[in-house]
């Protein structure tokens, strides 16, 4: 070749890579453990500013007055926020129905307005406009569902700062607008894990898309994020009798990684050193929050949205019969923290704690001077809205009792074996 022609070549080959450099997007990186380990996560700049605009918090009502009468004696069925003042209620609807119900409004939750002829009156939207004197009705779902999960919320806030620190999180930080939170998970009907009609090796040839798209297990929720399954499956030891973790099981554990990974927008070395996995002492904190992070999603569950499950409508619930449920991302939604770690409770310490429900207060003894009858007649219309008070003070038994235990087998199922496998050691199967 003559030096003019490699010259050119030369010249190029050079233009091609500048060409390539260009198209990939500037980088940034934050470094997680000691250098040169690959602890390091790297984002484009790209996707770091579209991370941001969608992880902003929402307009903010000003705070209400807080004098005035209590709810629980302002109105007819607060059952849950009773020791706030009117007002505060007042903004607070005005805020939950722009975090779930931007749309729809007030009558996503509350009883329609009829018109003379019984028929739900819409508004220019085409939603139903909420009856102002059914306001204390309890007959749509999701009124029931919201009391709970406003319990729910400050449960969160309360009794897990281990994992959410005093950031906490309101119904914006999983609804986002939506009436469902756009990340939940069904159960999965069991895998065909045929491939071109050939039967294969479990799970090996469908992507999950519960799992980072990864070929892994479809169904890791049940056995982890509601079931206490054991997620563990790495030996302390190099060669080690008494880890019976099969390969099989270990896929499971990696469905779940998956998904923590996506749902966070990190890779495996923001919680793990990759040296060993299994290891505590070199993990990040990171991880230590993440373990609490499953326990409280357990937590959540169980005890808060599977017992829900009984009275949603048919059209929400998943193939196998059961409702949406919550995971990481149902919070996180591809963001290390959830809205990139902004608290809104300052704003709305509300919602913050559980706060013990005060009594109605006595209807005051009737005026002697007034004429007999009144005092006999026992004013009925006061004790009457009295009454939802006494008996909601209590937690909305039917639908916490009304868990359908019903769930289906084939997917209920934990990693086949996992029974036999023998407990983690004590020293790693302990709390972090
Ligand atoms: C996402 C569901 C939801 C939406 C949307 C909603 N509410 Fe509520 N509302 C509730 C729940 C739950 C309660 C009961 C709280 C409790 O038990 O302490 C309630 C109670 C009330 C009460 C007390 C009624 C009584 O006498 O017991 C009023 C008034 C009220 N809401 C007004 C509104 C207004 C006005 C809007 C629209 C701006 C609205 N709500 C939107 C869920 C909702
Ligand atoms: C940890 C995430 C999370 C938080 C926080 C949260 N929700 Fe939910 N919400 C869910 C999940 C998951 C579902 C689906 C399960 C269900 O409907 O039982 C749901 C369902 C609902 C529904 C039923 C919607 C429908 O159309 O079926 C309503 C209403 C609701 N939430 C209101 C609220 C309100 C109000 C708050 C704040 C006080 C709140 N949620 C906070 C996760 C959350
Ligand atoms: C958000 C933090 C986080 C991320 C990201 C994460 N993990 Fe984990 N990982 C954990 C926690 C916490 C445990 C321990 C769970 C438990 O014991 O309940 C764990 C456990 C494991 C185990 C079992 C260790 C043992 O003792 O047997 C393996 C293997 C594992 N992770 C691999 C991965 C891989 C591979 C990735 C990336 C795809 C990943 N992890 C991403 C937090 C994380
Ligand atoms: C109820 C909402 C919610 C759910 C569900 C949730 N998280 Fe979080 N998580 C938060 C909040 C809020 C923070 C921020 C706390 C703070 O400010 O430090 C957080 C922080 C974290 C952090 C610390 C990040 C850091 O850089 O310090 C990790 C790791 C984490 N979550 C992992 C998980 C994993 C894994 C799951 C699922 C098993 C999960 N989270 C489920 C709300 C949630």
Redesign the pocket.
Same mark, same amino acid.
């Given at each position: 070749m003559n030096p003019i022609a490699k010259g050119a070549g030369a010249l190029g080959g050079v233009l091609v890579a500048m060409a390539t450099v260009a198209a990939y997007d500037s980088t940034a990186g934050a470094q997680k453990g000691a250098p040169g380990i690959g602890m390091e996560t790297v984002s484009t700049l790209k996707e770091l500013a579209e991370k941001t605009a969608e992880n902003q918090v929402p307009f903010m009502l000003p705070p209400a007055p807080k004098d005035g009468a209590r709810a629980v004696d302002a109105y007819k069925n607060v059952q849950v926020l009773g020791h706030l003042s009117s007002a505060e209620v007042t903004r607070l609807m005005a805020s939950i129905t722009q975090w779930v119900a931007p749309d729809q409004g007030c009558a996503y939750c509350h009883a329609p307005q009829r018109d003379a002829n019984g028929k739900i009156v819409l508004n220019d939207l085409g939603y139903p406009l909420a009856d102002n004197n059914n306001m204390h009705s309890d007959e749509v779902y999701a009124k029931v569902v919201a009391r709970r999960m406003i319990q729910m919320t400050m449960h969160?806030n309360q009794d897990?700062q281990a994992?959410?620190?005093?950031?906490?999180?309101t119904c914006w =930080?999983?609804h986002r607008g939506n009436p469902v939170p756009k990340n939940v998970w069904y159960d999965v009907p069991e895998q065909d894990t045929r491939f071109g009609g050939i039967p294969g090796p479990p799970n090996q040839h469908a992507y999950a898309t519960n799992a980072g798209l990864s070929s892994l297990p479809h169904g890791s929720f049940r056995p982890f &994020?509601v079931n206490d399954e054991n997620i563990r499956v790495q030996s302390n030891e190099a060669i080690d009798p008494e880890n019976r973790a099969s390969i099989k099981q270990a896929e499971w554990t990696y469905g779940?990684m998956m %998904?923590?990974s996506s749902?966070?927008g990190?890779n495996c070395t /923001? *919680?793990h050193n990759s040296r060993s996995m299994g290891e505590w002492n070199t993990s990040p &904190? =990171?991880?230590t =929050?993440?373990w609490y992070?499953?326990r409280?999603?357990r937590d &959540?569950n169980k005890e808060y949205v599977e017992p829900l499950t009984a009275i949603l409508p048919p059209q929400r619930l998943g193939p196998m019969g059961d409702g949406p449920k +919550?995971?990481? +991302? =149902? *919070? %996180?939604q591809g963001a /290390?923290?959830? &809205?990139l770690?902004v608290?809104m409770l300052p704003s709305f310490p509300e919602l913050a704690a559980w706060v013990p429900q005060p009594q109605k207060t006595k209807t005051p003894e009737p005026d002697p001077s007034a004429a007999p009858a009144a005092s006999a007649s026992g004013a009925p219309a006061t004790s009457a809205s009295a009454m939802p008070a006494a008996s909601g003070s209590a937690p909305p038994a039917a639908s916490a009792s009304g868990a359908p235990s019903a769930a289906p087998s084939g997917a209920t199922g934990a990693p086949s074996g996992s029974s036999a496998i023998p407990e983690a050691k004590p020293a790693s199967s302990a709390r972090p």
């Open positions: 969160i897990w994992h959410v620190q005093k950031t906490g999180v =930080t999983c &994020l779940l %998904h923590m749902a966070l990190v /923001y *919680c &904190l =990171t991880r =929050t993440a992070g499953i409280m999603v &959540l +919550a995971n990481c +991302a =149902t *919070c %996180h /290390y923290k959830p &809205l770690g608290s």
